[in-house]
């Protein structure tokens, strides 16, 4: 069982007070693995929670790549979706426009760790370990951040439109789509680096002339939930997911290569 333990006096830099205790269990096999002052950020975030929960001190490049559920959680608790609605206007707007109900779901996103976004994480860099181009290991970094990031915005989004058990009618399937602008300001408010927050922002914007890192990961995404059982839908075959990206690449949504990439990975 991992335990973080959290061994330092204090990081004066953040604001929040680590004190030695068990700070979280992410329930990976393995063992205790002991914090040291590198593991911190040097600065405030711009939303700063309670100074007993040590989680928001600690850098994302150590969380992404240990504990991708407490990587999640950091930017999709309560607390953070409650504080981002009431610090960013824009996020208000689309919030009050097409949302006047004001509550949120975090469910939506705290249950999809291990269903979308880690698969959907491990898509990505599967496309990207097998395409011609070299990425960097920025890069990686990056896709891997966005693409557990990506769907932050479903915590608005009720989840009986998410999981509706049928074909979306004309105001749900707008409401549903609106998703990536409102993860997009949510980790706006927080601090998040801006080469992931244009990976969420446009992470539903089909085009094969998009970025290639974003083509990457609306590719993985688009698998990664063909391959879900969901109540309105089985799970589908490698083979049907693939064929079903071929022919949205075929139609100009994104590059045949990266499909190409992807099934490469999967063989």
Do not use: C
């Not at 504990?67 to 607390?79: A, C, L, M, V």
């Not at 504080?83 to 824009?90: D, P, T």
């Not at 969901?230 to 949205?248: C, E, F, Q, T, V």
């Amino acid at each position: 069982m991992w335990f973080i333990e959290v061994n330092v006096e204090r990081i004066t830099t953040t604001g929040l007070y680590p004190v030695n205790t068990v700070a979280y269990n992410s329930g990976v096999a393995g063992g205790r693995y002991i914090l040291n002052a590198d593991s911190f950020v040097r600065e405030k975030a711009k939303i700063n929670p309670a100074a007993q929960n040590p989680i928001y001190a600690i850098k994302d490049d150590f969380l992404v790549k240990l504990f991708p559920r407490e990587f999640i959680g950091k930017y999709s608790s309560p607390y953070v979706l409650r504080a981002a609605s009431e610090q960013n206007h824009h996020l208000q707007k689309l919030l009050a426009t097409e949302l006047s109900t004001g509550n949120i779901y975090p469910q939506n996103v705290s249950g999809e760790v291990y269903p979308h976004f880690i698969p959907t994480a491990k898509a990505a860099q599967g496309i990207m370990r097998h395409y011609g181009k070299s990425f960097s290991s920025k890069d990686f970094a990056t896709m891997n951040k966005a693409a557990l990031l990506h769907d932050v915005g479903k915590a608005y989004i009720p989840d009986t439109i998410l999981n509706k058990n049928g074909k979306l009618d004309d105001w749900e399937r707008k409401i549903v789509d609106k998703h990536a602008h409102l993860g997009y300001e949510t980790l706006r408010s927080t601090g998040v680096e801006a080469p992931v927050l244009e990976l969420v922002k446009n992470h539903h914007t089909y085009s094969n002339s998009n970025e290639p890192m974003v083509q990457i990961l609306q590719i993985a995404d688009i698998y990664s939930a063909l391959k879900e059982e969901r109540p309105y839908k089985a799970s589908m075959s490698d083979k049907k997911a693939l064929d079903i990206l071929r022919g949205r690449a075929q139609g100009g949504e994104f590059e045949k290569e990266y499909v190409r990439a992807l099934a490469k990975s999967l063989s």
